[in-house]
């Protein structure tokens, strides 16, 4: 099933109450939201292309690039985010909590309203 997304689309290959695969296509100099899940775990592997991969770490935010064969481990709470040097595809495998996002910053207005 392919979910068109303002940076790009997700095509997803598996859907099961255990696991959801899918890959994650981001066009150069696009962003994923900053990021974390109170449930779901994930893996990440950069299929082609290069991104920019930002997380967590101790309090810490970190930022490495990322290319072909590259992978990453993003547990639950861990801040993340995904930006694309050039057209990427990467793929993730992750429980299937889908809508389970906490949206901190987003460039395409999707991040969650100060509670403030």
């Given at each position: 099933m392919r979910?068109?997304?303002p940076w790009g689309y997700e095509?997803?290959?598996a859907t099961t109450?255990?696991?959801v695969g899918k890959v994650i296509h981001v066009q150069a100099g696009h962003a994923l939201s900053l990021q974390y899940h109170n449930v779901k775990d994930e893996t990440i592997l950069v299929w082609a292309?290069?991104?920019r991969f930002e997380?967590?770490?101790e309090g810490s935010r970190v930022t490495r690039e990322m290319t072909q064969g590259d992978s990453a481990h993003i547990t639950p709470g861990t801040v993340h985010r995904m930006t694309a040097i050039?057209?990427?595809d990467i793929f993730e495998v992750s429980t299937p909590e889908l809508e389970d996002v906490v949206r901190l910053e987003d460039r395409y207005g999707r991040a969650e309203p100060d509670s403030a």
């Open positions: 979910v068109d997304k095509l997803r290959w109450d255990r696991y292309g290069r991104i997380h967590d770490v050039e057209d990427s």
